[in-house]
């Protein structure tokens, strides 16, 4: 098991113990406890190793997202100047009829990535 970060060292029965690894923690609970509660902290560890894991998956799934919502963002910054340019016209010709479309495709795009 290589598990969560956690060191340390402390005095106990005379001699400085050392907590490299919760390996370390779980062979001195073995040794100057009892097997069970070694047992329970091997258990506790690796449930916290699973759930640093998760966590980090978690995080890195949310960022890559934020990273799409704000390129999204940047990309949608300088299409307020083209509707009103648009809008501005008296006739829409199909150049401008497709800029409507990829706009409005756009802005859905953007909605689905915030709700």
Do not use: C, Q
């Not at 598990?3 to 919760?22: D, L, M, Q, T, V």
């Amino acid at each position: 098991m290589e598990a969560f970060e956690i060191k340390g060292g402390f005095w106990y029965g005379g001699y400085y113990h050392i907590i490299r690894n919760s390996d370390d923690l779980v062979r001195f609970i073995r040794e100057y406890v009892n097997h069970e509660a070694a047992e329970l902290v091997e258990k506790l560890a690796e449930k916290a190793t699973r759930e640093a894991a998760r966590a980090d998956s978690d995080l890195a799934s949310y960022e890559r997202e934020l990273d799409e919502l704000h390129a999204a963002i940047r990309e949608l910054e300088r299409k307020p100047d083209n509707l009103i340019a648009i809008s501005n016209k008296r006739h829409i010709n199909v150049a401008d009829k497709y800029e409507l479309r990829r706009t409005a495709e756009k802005l859905r795009g953007l909605l689905d990535l915030v709700s």
